[in-house]
């Protein structure tokens, strides 16, 4: 899971508040795993983000953030979208979103391939074809497209951390790729 600077006049919690409410709430994100489709439809490339992790090191990530208070699914897949691949992304997000799973991040390692330290989350997860040019954003270091097949290479899920690659994978069997 990401972090975005927290601006209490947009609708986040001051850092101190934020910290709290980790401490006793589950925290609701969105993931996501963007894609490439050709003119039928079928999945030919999947965007893989690299970030600085916590611990310094960089790391394989999805599209993932907070939804914030008196936000819609749609508009936090947008925001985070544009956050982490530029404005001219172009993502094709239908009207009512569904998403192909969802993901249970806990502060302890164990409970679900999922993990977390900072706080329980509950991650609505989502493949959304986009159709611009994406370019990596704030703390997104890089964006690289993989096909379905490459991005399924241990190597590249051994890159990931949290439980991220296995999301990856719900999504690329969802797909059926």
């Keep these: 899971m990401t972090d975005v600077t927290t601006a209490t006049d947009a609708g986040w919690l001051s850092r101190d508040d934020m910290d709290a409410a980790r401490e006793r709430l589950p ?3 969105v993931d996501v795993v963007p894609v490439r489709v050709d003119d039928q439809g079928t999945v030919i490339a999947v965007g893989l983000l690299l ?5 310094g090191q960089i790391k394989r990530a999805l599209v993932s953030g907070r939804v914030l208070y008196h936000e819609r699914i ?7 979208m544009e956050k982490d691949l530029g404005p001219l992304a172009l993502p094709r997000i239908p009207p009512a979103p569904q998403p192909f799973t969802v993901a249970e991040y ?4 164990g409970v679900t391939p999922f993990h977390d330290p900072r706080q329980h989350a509950v991650s609505l997860a989502y493949v959304v074809p986009v159709e611009g040019d994406c370019e990596p954003q704030q703390d997104a270091l ?6 379905p097949l490459e991005a399924r290479d241990p190597a590249v899920l051994a890159e990931f951390e949290n439980g991220q690659s296995t999301l990856l994978l719900q999504a690329l069997s969802h797909l059926g790729v």
């Design 74 to 80: 749609r508009a936090a897949l947008l925001r985070h």
């Design 27 to 29: 925290i609701l994100y």
């Design 106 to 109: 806990f502060p302890t390692p």
């Design 142 to 147: 890089e964006l690289t497209w993989f096909t």
């Design 51 to 55: 970030r600085a992790g916590e611990d």
